[in-house]
């Protein structure tokens, strides 16, 4: 069956560094939390992992230096393949309230209760079809990205707080802490669901291998994308 090009080199790379840099900071931060009745880890955990690391501050130290690298492999990945970076934020901000909110109400239908209740509403069970991303890849995408930009301003001004911030603006590093956390917690949350329907859910498997190889099989375009694939073969406009 004949493949098709999905991902480029730089694409798969920024994929896995971004997964790598999540784990390591979900990780790291998750142990600088001591109150055991605000860590979702409990007490043992952060005790651990600041023994392991020599401390709360050279934990915290290690923490806000692999926060530095992931925003500099960002910065490079853009500086790259700016292109791609916007492509990619032109998509998955592009939603179609018709079709793409009329695909996430079908698939959470379909994946928890089937399709009887669709038809008895007057819907038929066929998705929509999709482009480059399906609705459900954008709202993680949109997810990631302004939590992100979220975690990214609230960990620089904790990082600062105590050596350019006064004492007047003490409320902006409570805000920032609390914003910090809320954010992580939403984007962990949606890439629980990320991670179950790329690695685990048998339909959506090939577009994980794809992270790979950056190649899928024509008839999975065909049925999961099929506007991308129509811009490809010149049916419809697209991104080549």
């Known amino acids: 069956m004949r493949r098709i090009k999905r991902h480029d080199r730089s694409d798969i790379l920024i994929h896995w560094f971004n997964a790598a840099c999540w784990l390591a900071l979900l990780v790291t931060g998750v142990g600088l939390v001591a109150n055991p009745q605000l860590n979702p880890a409990g007490d043992a955990y952060p005790g651990a992992v600041r023994s392991l690391f020599g401390g709360g501050p050279a934990l915290l130290a290690v923490h806000i230096g692999l926060g530095i690298v992931w925003m500099a492999g960002i910065v490079l990945y853009v500086a790259v393949n700016f292109r791609g970076a916007v492509f990619f934020l032109k998509e998955i901000f592009s939603?179609?309230?018709?079709?793409?909110?009329?695909?996430?109400?079908?698939?959470?239908?379909?994946?928890?209760?089937?399709a009887k209740p669709l038809v008895k509403a007057g819907l038929t069970p066929d998705l929509p079809d999709q482009g480059y991303y399906n609705m459900g890849q954008k709202?993680?995408?949109?997810?990631s990205v302004l939590g992100g930009v979220v975690i990214v301003a609230t960990g620089v001004v904790m990082s600062l707080s105590d050596m350019v911030i006064p004492a007047s603006m003490v409320w902006m590093v409570g805000w920032s802490v609390t914003l910090h956390y809320l954010a992580v917690g939403l984007v962990f949350a949606g890439l629980l669901v990320h991670v179950y329907m790329a690695a685990i859910s048998r339909d959506e498997r090939p577009g994980f291998v794809s992270m790979f190889t950056g190649h899928v099989p024509e008839d999975y375009a065909?049925?999961?994308?099929?506007?991308w694939l129509d811009g490809l073969t010149g049916d419809s406009g697209g991104h080549k």
């Open 222 to 227: 065909r049925h999961h994308h099929k506007l």
């Open 139 to 143: 709202a993680f995408a949109q997810a």
């Open 95 to 114: 939603v179609s309230p018709a079709r793409d909110v009329m695909w996430m109400v079908k698939k959470m239908a379909l994946m928890t209760v089937g």
